[in-house]
T-cell receptor
Framework: AQSVSQHNHHVILSEAASLELGCNYS??????LFWYVQYPGQHLQLLLK??????LVKGIKGFEAEFIKSKFSFNLRKPSVQWSDTAEYFC????????????FGGGTRVLVKP | EPEVTQTPSHQVTQMGQEVILRCVPI?????FYWYRQILGQKVEFLVS????????KSEIFDDQFSVERPDGSNFTLKIRSTKLEDSAMYFC?????????????FGDGTRLSIL
C-alpha cells in the first residue's frame, strides 16, 4: 500500500527565512508526486508536480521540489518566504495509471511571522 | 480559471439522517473523486468515478456511501445514515485526461457536522 510521510507537523519561521519541508513516500511502482497548498479558508491548490524528467521541478510562487528516487523523497523548498506563505502544505503521490487516487501526507502547517 | 464548486459549504445533520453533498466538477474533466479529512487527520481517499461508474473505492466507502452523476454536470456523494464519525471536511476533485496524467483540481470542501 502506498503511504506518504511529512516530517514536520508545524513550522514557524520569519519572513525571508528559507523553507524546506520533507516528504517521503512508499509505493511499489512508478509514481507521480505533488505538493498542494491550502491557504486559510481556501481549497487545496496545486503548487507543483513531478511526472518524469528533470527531478528538480519549479512551481508557482517561487517554490521548487526535488525528487530523489533513491531516497523516496520529494522535499519542498523556498529560498525566502513571505508572510503570505502561511498555509498548510500537503505532499501527495499517485501511481502512474490514469485515474489513480491521491495518497496524502499528514500536512505541515507553516506560520510565517512578519 | 475554471473551478470545482461544492455546496453547501457547511452542513449540520442529525445522526441517522441522510445527507447529500454536491459538487460541480470542471466541465471538460472526466475523472471525479471524493476525499475527506477528519479534523486533525490526513486527507483520505474515498472514491473515484469515471465513465459513469466507480473505478476505485476505499474501505471507508461502505454501503452507507454512494455517488452519482445525475445530470452530466453534478457529482454527488450521499451518506445514507450518518454517524458521528462521518463528521469531516469532504473534498471533491476532478481531472481531465491528459498525456501526462494531469493533476486533480479540488473544491473548497463541505464541512459536515453530525450531531
Amino acid at each position: 500500500a502506498q503511504s506518504v510521510s511529512q516530517h514536520n507537523h508545524h513550522v514557524i519561521l520569519s519572513e525571508a527565512a528559507s523553507l524546506e519541508l520533507g516528504c517521503n513516500y512508499s509505493y511499489g511502482g512508478t509514481v507521480n508526486l505533488f505538493w498542494y497548498v491550502q491557504y486559510p479558508g481556501q481549497h487545496l491548490q496545486l503548487l507543483l508536480k513531478y511526472f518524469s524528467g528533470d527531478p528538480l521541478v519549479k512551481g508557482i510562487k517561487g517554490f521548487e521540489a526535488e525528487f530523489i528516487k533513491s531516497k523516496f523523497s520529494f522535499n519542498l523548498r523556498k529560498p525566502s518566504v513571505q508572510w503570505s506563505d502561511t498555509a498548510e502544505y500537503f505532499c501527495a503521490v499517485n501511481g502512474k495509471a490514469a485515474g489513480n487516487k491521491l495518497t496524502f501526507g499528514g500536512g505541515t502547517r507553516v506560520l510565517v511571522k512578519p | 480559471e475554471p473551478e470545482v464548486t461544492q455546496t453547501p459549504s457547511h452542513q449540520v445533520t442529525q445522526m441517522g439522517q441522510e445527507v447529500i453533498l454536491r459538487c460541480v466538477p470542471i466541465s471538460n474533466h472526466l475523472y471525479f473523486y471524493w476525499y475527506r479529512q477528519i479534523l486533525g487527520q490526513k486527507v483520505e481517499f474515498l472514491v473515484s468515478f469515471y465513465n459513469n461508474e466507480i473505478s476505485e473505492k476505499s474501505e471507508i466507502f461502505d454501503d452507507q456511501f454512494s455517488v452519482e452523476r445525475p445530470d452530466g454536470s453534478n457529482f454527488t456523494l450521499k451518506i445514507r445514515s450518518t454517524k458521528l464519525e462521518d463528521s469531516a471536511m469532504y473534498f471533491c476533485a476532478s481531472r481531465d485526461w491528459t498525456a501526462d496524467f494531469g493533476p486533480q483540481h479540488f473544491g473548497d470542501g463541505t464541512r459536515l457536522s453530525i450531531l
